[in-house]
């Protein structure tokens, strides 16, 4: 049975601190940012809070969006991976990106998210429903340009599955069993997440905690490279480029503050392959109302 648990207590599972590797990407990419406290937004994000009433993406690649995705919460941990590893699970044509350069290793963010919601537009709104998303930066050589791949992503319920891939193209996400706690005392905030998909033997945990004061603004419009799906991990869906609007706190990593466990051996199972995680990056990131529209190249 698949199923979210909120504000409930969780079954105690023992999870395994990884290493800390002391590089990598310390923020999210913020184009436009707004910093200091801003007042409760409306339904769907201003991107010109300058301007008055609400303004959407202005970029001409978002002029009409198919999509429109809206995650409560986020967060955001860049998880380390050997290069090889990583190279030997993408699909033809793309390389993967070395991080720093000559460090054998590479960065692939984990983006855990509560309660979304996904809009076709023009079609309808399903979930709302929790989940993950893997993500890695890789080359497509035959465009000679970077591009954001989604090489995995797993939603709690079906409709949202059904609801992305009409988008990213088939494959691009599958079913999980997901079970959520979110806890806010004396200005922090806990967020825990069980994500497993037995049929592929995929299972991760994260718990993270942190200032629950989320404040910074920012937005990309549009975001600097497109995004693409995978089908069950194997073969390259069409591009898609987004604009994205959220609030967002980077929190330094330290022992206490971030526990990260691949159940299956160390490894992830994901559609493409599998491959261990080596370490974790220097900060995760907290997301409040991450909202993201998006249109097929």
């Not at 990583?86 to 960065?107: D, R, Y």
């Not at 050589?141 to 193209?169: H, I, K, Q, Y």
């Not at 979110?182 to 998909?197: A, C, P, S, T, Y």
């Not at 945990?205 to 995978?230: C, K, W």
Request: proline residues 9%.
């Amino acid at each position: 049975m698949r199923r979210i648990i909120f504000f409930a207590l969780v079954a105690a599972v023992v999870l395994i601190a990884l290493p800390i590797v002391q590089f990598g990407p310390v923020r999210p990419s913020i184009v436009g940012a707004h910093p200091g406290v801003h007042p409760p937004s409306p339904p769907t994000y201003d991107y010109s809070t300058d301007t008055p009433g609400t303004q959407p993406p202005t970029s001409p690649f978002l002029a009409s969006p198919t999509l429109r995705q809206l995650r409560t919460l986020r967060l955001s941990v860049p998880a380390i991976v050997n290069v090889g590893d990583l190279q030997a699970i993408l699909p033809a044509g793309f390389n993967a990106t070395e991080f720093p350069a000559g460090s054998g290793l590479a960065v692939m963010p984990l983006n855990f998210d509560f309660q979304g919601r996904c809009e076709r537009l023009g079609v309808g709104t399903f979930g709302p429903a929790s989940g993950v998303q893997v993500l890695h930066t890789a080359l497509n050589t035959a465009l000679n340009r970077n591009e954001l791949l989604n090489l995995a992503n797993w939603f709690s319920e079906a409709s949202s599955v059904s609801c992305f891939n009409a988008v990213f193209g088939p494959g691009s996400s599958r079913v999980a069993d997901v079970e959520t706690e979110i806890r806010e005392n004396r200005g922090q905030l806990q967020m825990k997440f069980d994500v497993k998909d037995t049929a592929i033997g995929f299972r991760v945990q994260v718990q993270a905690e942190g200032p629950a004061a989320i404040v910074t603004r920012g937005h990309a419009d549009p975001a600097g490279n497109p995004l693409r799906g995978l089908n069950e991990g194997i073969f390259a869906n069409p591009a898609v480029r987004f604009s994205t609007h959220f609030d967002a706190l980077a929190v330094p990593i330290t022992p206490a503050n971030l526990h990260l466990n691949a159940l299956m051996g160390g490894q992830l199972n994901l559609p493409g392959g599998s491959l261990p995680i080596v370490g974790v990056g220097t900060a995760f990131t907290f997301f409040r109302n991450f909202e993201g529209f998006f249109d097929p190249e």
